[in-house]
């Protein structure tokens, strides 16, 4: 089976051309039922694949792209999804405190008793918490 999505649009003209050529089913191999593709090829000469090509022709049409993905894209279309990339949830309380935190250690920076590089380390540590 291939790996790329397949085409509603694709499908539908081979099923109707399925109704004008003398041989049909290569919609169904094209969607990758190999079984119902070959049951249709080998009742070329009855008029039965032609009626129902025709039939499955318009129904690719009148379904809606979603519905067509989920029947014949399983697995390679991805579901949209509203928690694709969920918001993390932050405490307000631990803003407030980081916040006070980062107050205090630039006070301490300001007044000399932590170097640039503690504070940043310290600060990156803090504001870990939150992330």
């Given at each position: 089976?291939?790996?790329?999505?397949?085409?509603?649009?694709i499908a539908a003209l081979l099923a109707f051309s399925?109704?004008?050529?003398?041989?049909?089913?290569?919609?169904?191999?094209?969607?990758?039922?190999?079984?119902?593709?070959?049951?249709?090829?080998?009742?070329?000469?009855?008029?039965?694949?032609?009626?129902?090509?025709?039939?499955?022709?318009v129904w690719y049409l009148g379904q809606s792209q979603?519905?067509?993905?989920?029947?014949?894209?399983?697995?390679?279309?991805?579901?949209?999804s509203e928690n694709i990339n969920p918001t993390p949830?932050?405490?307000?309380?631990?803003?407030?405190?980081?916040?006070?935190?980062?107050?205090?250690?630039?006070?301490?920076?300001?007044?000399?008793?932590?170097?640039?590089?503690?504070?940043?380390?310290?600060?990156?540590?803090?504001?870990?918490?939150?992330?």
């Amino acid at each position: 089976m291939s790996s790329k999505p397949k085409s509603r649009k694709i499908a539908a003209l081979l099923a109707f051309s399925g109704v004008v050529l003398p041989v049909s089913g290569f919609h169904k191999l094209y969607l990758g039922q190999p079984l119902w593709g070959v049951i249709y090829l080998l009742l070329w000469w009855t008029p039965i694949p032609n009626i129902a090509s025709a039939i499955e022709g318009v129904w690719y049409l009148g379904q809606s792209q979603d519905e067509f993905d989920r029947k014949f894209n399983c697995g390679l279309v991805p579901e949209i999804s509203e928690n694709i990339n969920p918001t993390p949830v932050v405490d307000p309380a631990q803003v407030g405190a980081v916040a006070d935190a980062l107050r205090q250690l630039d006070s301490l920076r300001q007044e000399g008793l932590v170097s640039e590089y503690e504070f940043e380390q310290k600060r990156r540590q803090l504001l870990d918490r939150i992330a």
